[in-house]
């Protein structure tokens, strides 16, 4: 097979591997490994880690393929759903195992390991389906994990575009007290009951933004102090 038909059948996948192009050519182990020897030096393919490759240059087409199960979250979710005005480098994944990130053509993907695994799904994104957390579930991982800044779950919140009875649905699955009392607060100052959320809500106080010192007002209601004014965000 000429490397023109080969490279035509590539860009059907996301990304691929050597057994893969083994079984597009019929060729055995050694004559596959070559040619992507020979592909890659040319240009032609992009080595994402050991073993895998890609003729794409947009890591959101298989960056969620990379490893099973994971999908899209966090800021890069945001951003995706239009929930951010600012635009994070690189791509942030959601995974069930730890794994190191990788640096693709200078933009890093990276992979945050996280226990509440559910809450996405598949969303078609050029030529591919790619994983993703649907809205409310990309907010709820930014809450958990704080790998986003916290204006920007926030902004997301205060944005009224979510479907706030599926946020809070998700907020109460989590168990996770601290995340109860911020999404809580910020989904009131959206105008929603979210007093639903009482009930996980503990007595001890938490600053409403994690990356900055508990100082402020004390909301009595969620027990957060509010260290940062929203009408700022």
Known sequence: MKAIELLEKLRNMPLFTINDISRITDKGDKYVKTMAYRLRKRGMIKRIERGKYTVHEDILQFASHITTPSYISFWTALKIYGLTEQLPSGVMVAVARPRKEIIFSGERITFTKISQFWGYGKMRYRDFDIFIADKEKAVIDCL????????????????????????????????????????????EKAGYDASFLLHIADSNYIPLNWALKSRGRKDFRWKVIVNEELDDI
């Open 144 to 187: 958990l994990s704080k790998n986003t800044p916290f204006d920007e779950a926030a902004k997301a919140i205060l944005g009224k575009e979510l479907d706030y009875d599926r946020l809070m649905e998700y907020a109460e699955k989590t168990k996770n007290s601290s995340l109860a009392k911020r999404a809580g607060f910020l989904a």
